[in-house]
């Protein structure tokens, strides 16, 4: 018997502008003066895509008592993608580090407040792998800090993703991470515009659906 192929949910630009303008408020309660998006390897067809979403977040959080932009660092990690040298069995079980933000990384991050920026949490397994290990890198700074200066140079972390799946998840945050989320949707197969080859395709597909989603919901 044939699977039955995942609802496709398209995505436009619109969409995802209109979802971050109507969180950015709140988060500008956590005041981030750092943005650090996840993206995908080079080779990657679209996993783990942060880069639009953060350069547009950071729009919104631009405020008069802020002197210039709050920088965007990238980092590399891929789940799903087949790269050199991984098994199949380690392709979707094993988040594989890419991109870094440097081999000082801790040194940057010491008492900043860094909002992490992902297109959608589905198996949470990569966002749990960033926050993790970027944490870690910053115990490793303070550890070269006199033991009274740790505190204040401690990093604080929140997560934003444009969409939550309504799902179990493999992986959790801690439970004192500020995470946001766009909007909560259920586990169907999201289309963003930056994989369209065929914007307007990609648009007119789109409009389709939501037509069809608001006539099934009369």
Known sequence: MATQEPEHFRVTYNDVHN?????????????????????????????????FPARVMRTFLKSPERKGNIPIHAI????????????????????IRTQWLGPESGALLLGRRALIVDEVDDSRKTLHYAVSELQADVERALEALPESERDAKRAKFAVFVVHNKLKPKLADLPADLPYYAGEEIEDVWLDYPWEAQDIEEHDRLAAEGKKKRAASAQ
Request: aromatic share 6%.
């Open 19 to 51: 979802l971050i303008r109507a969180s950015a408020a709140k988060i500008a309660e956590f005041k981030p003066d750092m943005l650090i998006a996840i993206g995908a390897p080079p080779s990657a067809r679209s996993e783990d895509t942060g880069f």
């Open 76 to 95: 590399g990690l891929s789940l799903y993608e087949s790269l050199p040298g991984l098994t199949a069995e380690q392709i979707g079980a094993q988040v």
